[in-house]
């Protein structure tokens, strides 16, 4: 049987609670540690899994058992670990968005680069297996002539004003998702980019000048358009949808409900509510994150391929000039930093 590869979480919050939870329970990894800012939360964690609670960082990437980290800190904290990690030798899967700038995420592309280290980010989107088959017949042409991606994301509510201070605003936390995505789906490259937010679920949003509710369109040189939108309400629970139109016909991944019974009456049709977040929708995604991550440690090429991780740059890159042009009102000619 192939040897178990070890790996600790840095953050016991909302996600890292889920990918420590996976660890200890996939076949091919073993959960070495759990380390959080705050003891008691990684205290907490370490009792429900019975894992072994790290009093640092430098523990964790001392330990030779350890040869992988998951980084599940606020966004602000991904780059100082990251090279941290870099240094200590290990492999590295770092929560979305890599970090809080294009010029920090450039800088640690190139320092992975230098050290020929691997470095995946936790796109969830990708993995879900509807959106998964759909991405797969695209590819294998089945609507033709891509011409428009059409992403839908909106959150059942605002994660704590205490996250969102930290996030660094609707399009690098939230829509950072949905322009990897849409980078993943169109034809080509977009080169134009026009967006419009605002703060109309809740005022304290618009306080810390982020906003909650997002829209942005973009179209590629040859002519393929794309538009996203975003909230942090839904009223209805997390809807997620994503959707491609071409020459052929059109693929659209649905949302997931809480069960798939639909029940007829004299007044219509009915259905259960949506699965309520992330954590349930993205489940069995994480789960494939995780195991793609190891098999691409493991050296496997389609795995290699998955984890570059040029696409999420060039998504902070979209997140970036969409606060610009949101902010300006006008659009804005687009140059990405990663041509492949
Ligand atoms: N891929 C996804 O589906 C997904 C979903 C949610 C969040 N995220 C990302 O994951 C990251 C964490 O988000 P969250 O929602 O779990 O946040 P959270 O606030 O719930 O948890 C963050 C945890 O990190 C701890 N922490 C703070 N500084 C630290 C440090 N220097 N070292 C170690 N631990 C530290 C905090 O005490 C807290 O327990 C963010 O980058 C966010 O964008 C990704």
Redesign the pocket.
Known sequence: MAKKIGIAV???????RVHAANLANLTGTTLTFV????PQ?AKKLGAELNAQVADS?EQIFADDATQAVII????P??IQ?IKQAVLAGKKILC???LTRTLKESISCMDFVAKHKAILMV???RPYDPGVYALRQRVAKGEVGNIEHVQITSRDPAA?PM??LKL?GGIFL?MMIHDFEMALRLLPDKPVALSAMASAITDKAIGKIGDHDNAVVTMHTAAGATCSIHNCRRAAYGYDQRVEVAGSKGMLQAQNLHEDNLISAGSKGFAQAPLQHF?LER?NQSYRTIVNTFVAAIGGNKKALEEVRTTNGVNAIYLAEQAAISAKSGKTVKLKLPYAD
């Not at 840095?10 to 890292?16: A, E, F, L, Y």
């Not at 380390?35 to 705050?38: E, F, G, H, V």
């Open positions: 840095i953050g016991c919050g909302r996600i890292g380390y959080d800012a705050m939360a960082v599940c800190s606020p966004t904290t991904h670990l929560e979305k968005p936790g796109f969830n994660p205490a996250y996030a936390d992330f993205y």
